[in-house]
């Protein structure tokens, strides 16, 4: 900037007067606080203007503005796929959300950017509440097994479950016994075999005694056993579960019937194998995620449905001693009526859809993410919503309904089922919330023991969405499911007999009044 020397002035260097226009187009001390001048009394200094020259104040504005676009992210429910596969991240990442959003406000306040610390502190805000209301403690428990539930854990039990439903990162574990692709099931007429992972206690673990027939989740169409869920089986396996990871078949190969058909002939075998791997063949548990979630309490509420059962099993005992629901589809009409509807509302792919063998890359991006490769027949994408469900029920609402009837859970409830632990997040795209909502609803009329969890601002496989078991929800889902297989396994009697219902075994007198509502399982 150009200085002149003026008579007769306090000052021997005065601004030109094109310095001083430019000067007047600058902010004032008045208007941002934050003018800069040397302060001499001998030389007059323009400040430059705000942020130039200053990278940390623009990396404070950066990182604010990236935290409150995952925040608002987090809070906004979403219909598109990649809408949700950005959404299953962000909330996945709000740990990280809340470290960035406070790294920006921390530097603003430095740097003095104000944008910075509003959109840091928006962010960091977003993440801090979703943690808090996900991990905040419930009384479903107290409800399902009475005030004294808590007793029925036994002490060495308890010391290898999560302390508490906030965990920065899951405990360290030793590595469980593994054995891939045991064939559990021949098709009748067929040389199809079906086939499991089976992982077994640590060394040195007691086992519980319990069994875990897991289900997998990919619309009934793709993906296979083994497809982001070892976090989890590590998990379950170092508190003395067995787990069995059942390769079930899928569409169009056959339909519900054929699935939960696969279910049964899961649960079969691993009773007849008991004593091979030391559990009680009274402490079997299924469980799934999405549509291995739905066949799941299918096969749990009707093992005696004649449509459901493979001929050769149905005088063969398939019952289980519970159910667990990870965002399972409860109601096949209200379903329908809502992929429809997004189907619709989506522009169409600019190909059409179809499965092929996965390229290089691909395949590449599978093993990143998912830790194992996938073959044509179990890779996304399903198929249009109107011939999914032509290749899982045989038609549409109007023109099998008895199909969307018997494929339904709700619709088999009734006092005899199992006790039953649901997920469900209430920004689920896939499952209407309002359709969990009744099934819990009807599990509790009728007198089932029923855990019913609800996570804000979550989306659809919270659990399993890359990385698996980083959000939140999901590790306060671990920590729920230790202790319902520990409350379900107290209420089993001796070998031989049958479980008995949790129900019967605590009366209503034992339990706080029960509401007709779901209240978000909080």
């Known amino acids: 900037m150009p200085l002149t020397r003026t008579r007769g002035s306090s000052s021997p260097w005065q601004c030109s007067s094109a310095a001083v226009q430019q000067c007047s187009r600058a902010p004032s001390r008045t208007t941002l606080g934050w003018w800069k001048s040397s302060g001499s009394a001998t030389v007059g200094q323009c400040a430059p203007r705000e942020g130039e020259g200053n990278p940390m104040k623009n990396l404070a504005k950066f990182l604010g503005v990236?935290?409150?676009?995952?925040?608002?992210?987090?809070?906004?429910?979403?219909?598109?796929?990649?809408?949700?596969?950005?959404?299953?991240?962000?909330?996945?990442q709000t740990p990280g959300l809340v470290l960035l959003g406070s790294l920006a406000a921390i530097l603003g306040v430095k740097h003095r950017s104000p944008l910075g610390v509003i959109t840091g502190t928006l962010g960091a805000g977003i993440g801090v509440t979703y943690i808090r209301r996900t991990v905040a403690p419930h009384d479903r428990f107290a409800r399902a097994f009475g005030r004294d539930w808590q007793r029925r854990i036994q002490p060495e039990a308890e010391r290898r479950m999560l302390r508490r439903r906030l965990t920065w990162?899951?405990?360290?574990?030793?590595?469980?016994?593994?054995?891939?692709?045991?064939?559990?099931?021949?098709?009748?007429?067929?040389?199809?075999?079906?086939?499991?992972?089976?992982?077994?206690?640590?060394?040195?673990?007691?086992?519980?005694?319990?069994?875990?027939?897991?289900?997998y989740g990919g619309s009934w169409h793709f993906f296979d056993k083994d497809v982001l869920t070892r976090p989890l089986f590590r998990q379950l396996a170092a508190q003395g579960h067995v787990v069995m990871d059942a390769a079930h078949r899928s569409c169009p190969e056959t339909d519900v019937t054929g699935m939960v058909g696969d279910v049964h002939r899961a649960v079969a075998w691993i009773k007849a194998n008991a004593a091979q791997y030391g559990i009680d063949s009274g402490r079997v548990v299924v469980m799934g995620g999405s549509s291995g979630a739905h066949i799941a309490l299918l096969a749990a509420y009707a093992p005696d449905e004649p449509r459901?059962?493979?001929?050769?099993?149905?005088?063969?005992?398939?019952?289980?001693?519970?159910?667990?629901?990870?965002?399972?589809?409860?109601?096949?009409?209200?379903?329908?009526?809502?992929?429809?509807?997004?189907?619709e509302a989506s522009p169409p792919p600019p190909t059409p859809r179809q499965r092929s063998e996965p390229g290089k890359l691909a395949n590449a991006m599978y093993t990143l993410m998912m830790g194992r490769p996938l073959t044509a027949e179990q890779s996304p994408p399903a198929p249009p919503v109107r011939q999914l469900m032509r290749n899982l029920l045989g038609g549409l609402p109007d023109e099998v309904p008895e199909m969307y009837d018997l494929a339904s859970p709700v619709h088999h409830v009734r006092a005899s089922c199992p006790p039953t632990l649901?997920?469900?997040?209430?920004?689920?795209?896939?499952?209407?919330?309002?359709?969990?909502?009744?099934?819990?609803?009807?599990?509790?009329?009728?007198?089932?023991?029923?855990?019913?969890?609800?996570?804000?601002?979550?989306?659809?496989?919270?659990?399993?969405?890359?990385?698996?078991?980083?959000?939140?929800a999901a590790r306060a889902a671990l920590y729920d499911l230790e202790r319902f297989l520990a409350c379900v396994a107290a209420d089993r009697q001796p070998a031989g007999q049958t479980a008995v219902n949790a129900s019967r075994a605590h009366p209503r007198t034992n339990s706080p009044a029960r509401d007709s509502g779901p209240s978000a399982g909080r």
């Open 422 to 472: 649901m997920f469900q997040g209430t920004h689920d795209a896939v499952v209407p919330l309002q359709a969990a909502r009744e099934l819990y609803r009807a599990l509790d009329t009728a007198g089932v023991p029923v855990v019913y969890i609800e996570f804000p601002w979550t989306e659809h496989a919270f659990d399993v969405m890359y990385p698996p078991m980083a959000n939140p």
């Open 169 to 215: 990162r899951l405990p360290r574990v030793p590595e469980p016994r593994l054995t891939r692709d045991v064939p559990f099931c021949t098709i009748t007429g067929t040389n199809r075999r079906l086939l499991a992972d089976i992982w077994q206690p640590p060394a040195g673990v007691e086992p519980s005694g319990t069994a875990i027939v897991y289900l």
């Open 66 to 92: 990236l935290s409150a676009v995952f925040g608002a992210i987090v809070l906004r429910p979403v219909n598109s796929y990649q809408a949700f596969m950005l959404k299953s991240t962000a909330t996945a």
């Open 308 to 343: 459901l059962t493979p001929e050769d099993l149905r005088k063969v005992d398939t019952s289980v001693m519970a159910a667990v629901s990870y965002y399972g589809i409860p109601e096949m009409s209200s379903a329908y009526r809502r992929w429809l509807a997004q189907e």
